[in-house]
């Protein structure tokens, strides 16, 4: 169809030069963005690569501050942990989660000794402590929920205790954000905030994570009784809302990019600080592109994460954080 107001109206006008598009810019991308996961592991002075994505580290707790000391100086908001915990001290009830010394515990002490101001994220789940994989206790096969719960809410406090600033359930049980939130509130830690992994759909992107985890080799079965079908979205604003009445001050949308659709619909619905997880199945398609040559490295990293921006994202959990924020700076 001929567009009548052709010639008058010429969109390319507004892209003839850069201050002009700098200046109808819809969405920007700032450092205030990002949150940076990262994986502390056990032993001393311990830098060990993960093989599925290139560039991602798992460190030991005497190299932590160092690690992420880059990080605090770029201006980076707040990182995320999770734990690599050793075979010895996985079992099937996932106690290692509440030792008050386990390495998110500790991290968290020497991070916020360290950087007062860097805010912390605690990956609040079981997955990272059973020897079965599992982000639950496992009977019979079956993942229990109201007995999970429990565990979860000690998790978390124990997590609060040690100076962790948002407590992130990424488990996908029912009713455990308003279960963490009472738990919070009881014992003193009402600012803590609950960023809820609100919509976690049971995806094949997350296999680098749990080789970062050496969860891989433990998993039985899968996960879709309790993580979402990746043919739903009606459920996931379902998700969302039930999360926001418990008690969640910020959601989650997980995988990211895959899911661009759920983020938008929960961000239009909600208008809540909505963020989404680019998690380690993305990062790994596009690392490894780069590394062959197939994308420009700088470009990709920057619209990718522009992507979740144009979707209604307040922030985004990426492993090209550190990176990221570089060219952020560069390009302002």
Same mark, same amino acid.
């Given at each position: ?72 100086? @770029? =201006?980076?908001? #707040? ?12 079992? &099937?009830?996932?106690? *290692? %989660? ?114 970062? @985890? =050496?969860?891989? #080799? ?12 990746? &043919?739903?979205?009606? *459920? %996931? ?96």
């Amino acid at each position: 169809m001929i567009n009548a107001s052709y010639p008058h109206t010429r969109l390319r006008r507004n892209r003839h030069d850069s201050f002009t598009r700098r200046l109808v810019a819809e969405n920007r991308l700032h450092v205030d963005d990002l949150i940076w996961p990262i994986f502390v592991c056990d032993g001393h002075n311990q830098k060990q690569p993960v093989k599925a994505m290139p560039g991602v580290m798992r460190v030991s707790l005497d190299n932590v501050v160092e690690h992420v000391r880059p990080a605090v100086e @770029l =201006g980076i908001p #707040a990182i995320a942990l999770f734990p690599v915990t050793p075979l010895s001290l996985r079992q &099937s009830d996932g106690k *290692e %989660a509440l030792n008050p010394n386990n390495l998110i515990c500790q991290a968290a002490r020497l991070l916020k000794e360290a950087f007062p101001e860097l805010g912390l994220i605690g990956d609040v789940a079981l997955d990272p402590y059973t020897d079965h994989g599992h982000d639950g206790l496992v009977q019979n096969g079956h993942i229990l929920n109201d007995e999970t719960v429990a565990i979860l809410t000690q998790q978390a406090v124990n997590q609060a205790k040690a100076g962790i600033d948002i407590i992130a359930p990424s488990d996908m049980m029912d009713g455990r954000v308003r279960a963490i939130r009472e738990a919070l509130d009881q014992h003193g830690f009402q600012t803590t905030r609950i960023m809820s992994y609100a919509a976690k759909y049971a995806s094949a992107f997350y296999g680098p994570f749990r080789d970062a @985890l =050496g969860s891989n #080799a433990l998993l039985s079965g899968d996960k879709k009784t309790y993580q979402m079908d990746a &043919s739903n979205s009606d *459920e %996931a604003l379902r998700e969302v809302a039930l999360d926001i009445m418990e008690g969640a001050d910020m959601v989650m949308v997980k995988p990211g990019m895959p899911y661009l659709d759920i983020i938008s619909r929960v961000r239009r619905e909600f208008s809540m600080p909505t963020f989404a997880y680019q998690v380690s199945g993305e990062y790994a398609m596009l690392a490894m592109a780069m590394q062959h040559g197939l994308l420009d490295r700088d470009k990709t990293i920057l619209e990718s994460l522009m992507a979740f921006k144009r979707a209604g994202c307040n922030g985004v959990l990426t492993y090209f954080a550190v990176e990221a924020a570089r060219l952020i700076k560069e390009h302002s």
